[in-house]
């Protein structure tokens, strides 16, 4: 396991962007829309079909805009990640926010476990929060760096479609980092 390199990351995450940008932009609409149009019903499946896609991205593998629906493959344990995952953040955010915030950064690696190949959401939650604690504050500077990047789009109309596609090759870079693998 090698330490979070957030310049390294960005970098490498920059350059698989640049590599795949049709791809992952495409991808990246798709998982909104679809997500959005079954009212969240498909969040979990595609944002693990995403990841994975990203993931096979930063490891060097080929990726298609069809791999983001890669997720359904999962999709019940997928679905109730996501679930557990936005609940615990919802009741969190109701107690002051900080404790939301909190928990999304305990667990900001559970779906990239998933998209890994781990099929069960509790053990992916428990992984990512065993990462996370064990690694608190370099963890905490690249999700502060990674949401930062994602949202910086956002100030400039459209701009999340290019930032947010940015931001996940960079967290498919750090969790391949950090949990080396197989190429997908």
């Not at 909104?32 to 994975?52: A, D």
């Not at 936005?86 to 955010?93: F, L, N």
């Not at 990674?146 to 910086?152: E, F, H, R, T």
């Amino acid at each position: 396991m090698q330490p979070l390199d957030i310049g390294e990351c960005l970098r490498r995450g920059w350059e698989t962007f640049t590599a795949n940008a049709v791809a992952l932009v495409v991808g990246f609409i798709v998982m909104v829309v679809v997500s959005g149009f079954t009212c969240l019903l498909c969040l979990g499946p595609m944002t693990v079909g995403y990841s994975r896609m990203c993931l096979r991205a930063a490891r060097g593998g080929t990726v298609e805009i069809g791999d983001v629906f890669s997720g359904f493959s999962q999709f019940g344990p997928s679905f109730l990640l996501m679930f557990l995952f936005v609940v615990m953040v919802v009741i969190g955010s109701a107690l002051f926010v900080l404790p939301g915030m909190i928990v999304a950064l305990l667990f900001f690696w559970a779906p990239w476990f998933m998209a890994d190949g781990d099929n069960d959401p509790i053990s992916c939650l428990k992984r990512s929060m065993a990462y996370s604690l064990a690694n608190l504050g370099p963890v905490l500077v690249f999700v502060l760096v990674n949401a930062l990047i994602m949202n910086l789009g956002h100030a400039v109309g459209v701009g999340g479609l290019l930032t947010a596609p940015v931001a996940m090759a960079m967290a498919a870079h750090g969790f391949a980092r950090a949990f080396p693998a197989a190429a997908m």
